[in-house]
């Protein structure tokens, strides 16, 4: 290397210690803890002895259609469980866009989450904008942490959306730095990785989704659809792909387009079940998994912790009955 290019090197190394050093946060935390000479603490699991879930969904409607019955299940049972939607959905409308939108989907999703026993969180990032950057990976991990998952719930990422993706992308990162004692220090690291899983999907390549375990949600498929039927900017009114024609003009309109919404959901979920109608019967048994009318269905991720099947049953609510 000449003395021109040692020279431009120098600069460039320079530049990327000062850039590493200045200051951030997450930074600061971690020098500090590193300066301590010990072994920063591990999170104190939950003292109530429930499991902790949480599930990623791109925006806030997400998590709530792919998992929103087995997580009323859960809550039901007493278990903790948090909903997140990755970005504010500020763009998922044909007449509105912006705070406003934004805004609107908040309250909605956060009565929609009441209403399945769970807790909902948004993070104030633009729809269509989600990125799988440092300053992400951080956040989802942190989330994970202080929610002391036991389970965390994700798309794949093989999706059409961008912030479908790279919602799977950020979750898989974090699969195995939520018990990297040194990676967020500020936030204990879980000592046990979590049981991750991701949504069923209809995407073939580069592969297809595979069942590990199909749950039936007979039990909360009303509390289900009567819940997401309350996000109506995309439920009723079409999100980005509707028009004014969706948009009731009477209540008899209204309470007309409302059932026909729960009816839709009622089929879509009624759908699943039938799809994954062999890893019912497997599961549950011949004459129960037939039974079964509605369903969700999720997939181990291998970056997480990969428990037998005997063990996910115990896990997920139903299979014991």
């Known amino acids: 290397m000449n003395g021109k290019n040692w020279f431009v090197a120098g600069i460039v190394l320079a530049a990327c210690f000062v850039v590493a050093s200045s200051g951030s946060g997450a930074e600061e935390a971690w020098n500090a803890t590193l300066a ?10 939950r003292e109530d002895g429930k499991l902790s879930i949480i599930a990623f969904g791109a925006h806030p409607d997400d998590s709530e259609l792919k998992a929103g019955g087995v997580g009323a299940l859960w809550a039901a049972e007493g278990h903790h469980v948090k909903l997140v939607s990755t970005t504010n959905g500020d763009v998922g409308h044909w007449s509105q866009a912006g705070g406003t939108l934004a805004q609107r989907r908040l309250s909605e999703v956060r009565k929609c989450d009441t209403a399945l026993g769970a807790t909902a969180e948004v993070l104030d990032i633009h729809d269509g904008e989600l990125m799988p950057t440092l300053e992400n990976r951080r956040i989802i991990t942190q989330l994970i942490r202080e929610w002391k998952a036991d389970i965390v719930l994700a798309p794949r990422s093989n999706d059409y959306h961008p912030d479908h993706r790279y919602t ?3 979750v898989q990162d974090a699969a195995f730095m939520v018990t990297v004692p040194f990676f967020c220090p500020a936030v204990p690291y879980l000592a046990k990785n979590p049981v991750f899983l991701y949504y069923s999907d209809s995407f073939e390549r580069p592969n297809p989704f595979r069942p590990d375990i199909a749950v039936s949600i007979d039990d909360a498929i009303e509390k289900k659809v009567n819940a997401i039927a309350m996000l109506e900017s995309q439920m009723v009114e079409g999100c980005c792909g509707g028009d004014e024609r969706l948009v009731p003009k009477t209540k008899e309109e209204y309470a007309k387009r409302m059932d026909a919404v729960r009816e839709r ?6 759908g699943v079940a039938n799809q994954y109608r062999a890893k019912l019967i497997e599961l549950y ?11 969700e ?22 299979f014991a009955k």
């Open 297 to 318: 269905a999720f997939e181990l991720c291998e970056y997480g912790r990969r428990p037998s099947i005997a063990e996910l049953k115990k896990l997920f609510p139903t």
């Open 285 to 295: 048994g011949e004459e129960r998994g037939k039974k079964v009318k509605y369903a």
């Open 168 to 170: 799977g992308i950020l």
């Open 265 to 270: 959901l009622r089929n879509r979920f009624a």
């Open 36 to 45: 301590t000479g010990k072994k920063p603490p591990a999170a104190a699991p």
